[in-house]
């Protein structure tokens, strides 16, 4: 197969889209199928052209467009990148020879009409991967008002797109019951969830993690909220647990990554003076990541109640391979919830819940055999169901399905 992967970010950036289209990137790749991308020329979030406009990488042409003219220091700025993405990305979908099948993200938003763009002119098969449901995220976390004009246009295109579709690609059980709830049919929605590799996070001995050394943690135990600090999640919830067990000196906690709210995190830090409680660190190298969630005994997984089935942190499943165990923040009929709570690898409490979490945190704390039982559950889990291999099986099987299917008989437009 010819396969184009469409999305703002890729490879060397260390976003989580990013590193999962390199994963199934590499896995179509090392299959036999010839892979290319259209990504941007920035890292995402920064400002001017750091990366090369073509590259072959793991047997990938990499073709990059664009650049980041303002960061992310509005929300006009960020949609003015985006319009510039958007025209760069189609030019160059369009002069590139035909692919069998292109793979559209959500990032950004609606990058999936030039999949359906593709479908129509070119007869392209069109996978729509749903990472997260626009408009339904910014409507939720109360960036867009409901039933406004705007709210009303970008719903209608964000239907179009998926009920346009060859097939749909969603994370969750929750999300695949919200993307049929917009009119797409069953038989193309596919559940494919996120991932982790095995091989490549495998659970680090505490008394050799050089995290633990470098941040001073000793013998403590670690809570640990890794990757993006977005829009989506839940920060109060776990800052005032942090605050709470703030002079228990078994106890410490990382903040480690970036997002819109990090900044919260890090001025909560500063106003209550919780610096010998708690490190704060910027995302880390995908080569250390490994270290990075072997460094903690237990991580925060959270999920704004309401942005359920809109997205689905891909965060857990690192936290599965590394042999640890996931406490979530968020309501329970999100998939995160579900994952942890049917492989009793973790805990779950409600958004606001204090309580329980500071709860849970001592409880697992103080049972050091009932922590480290709860991680091999986890390891188990990512190895029997939810690791690399499966999903990029899946994928594969996807993808070969619909070109040996030949061209679809729905309309194209």
Known sequence: MRILLINQVFFPDVAATAQHGHDLARDLVRHGHEVSVIASRSIYGQKGAALPREEVVDGIRIHRVGRSLFG?????????????????????????????VAVCFTTPPFIAMVGRILRAVKGTKFVYWVMDLYPDLPIACGVMR????????????NRSCLRSADAVVVLGRCMAD??????????RVHLIGVWSDQEEVKPIPRDRNPYRAEWGIGDRTLVMYSGNFGIGHDVDTFLEAAKALSKDDRIRFAFVGGGK???RVEEFIAEHELESSCVIAPYQPRERL???????????????????GIMVPSKLFGILAAERPAIFIGDASSEISRVILENDCGGSVRQGD??????????????????????????????????ARHRLQAW???LEDLTESG???????
């Open 396 to 398: 594969r099987m996807l």
């Open 178 to 187: 919200l993307v049929r709830s917009k009119g797409v049919d069953d038989d």
């Open 72 to 100: 992310k220091s509005t929300i006009i700025a960020r949609v003015a990148d985006f319009a510039l993405f958007y025209l760069a990305a189609f030019f160059k979908a369009i002069l590139l020879p035909r692919h069998d």
């Open 354 to 387: 204090t309580e329980s979490l500071v709860r849970l945190i001592e409880n697992f704390a103080s049972n050091t055999d009932v922590c480290e039982a709860a991680g091999r559950r986890a390891r188990r889990a990512l190895v029997d169901e939810h690791g």
């Open 290 to 308: 490994d270290e990075l969630l072997s460094a903690a005994d237990m991580h925060l997984v959270s999920l704004l109640e309401g942005v359920e």
């Open 407 to 413: 061209p679809s008989a729905r309309d194209s437009v």
């Open 261 to 263: 709210k990090k900044a």
């Open 146 to 157: 409901a039933g406004s004009p705007s709210s009303r246009f970008f719903e209608a295109l």
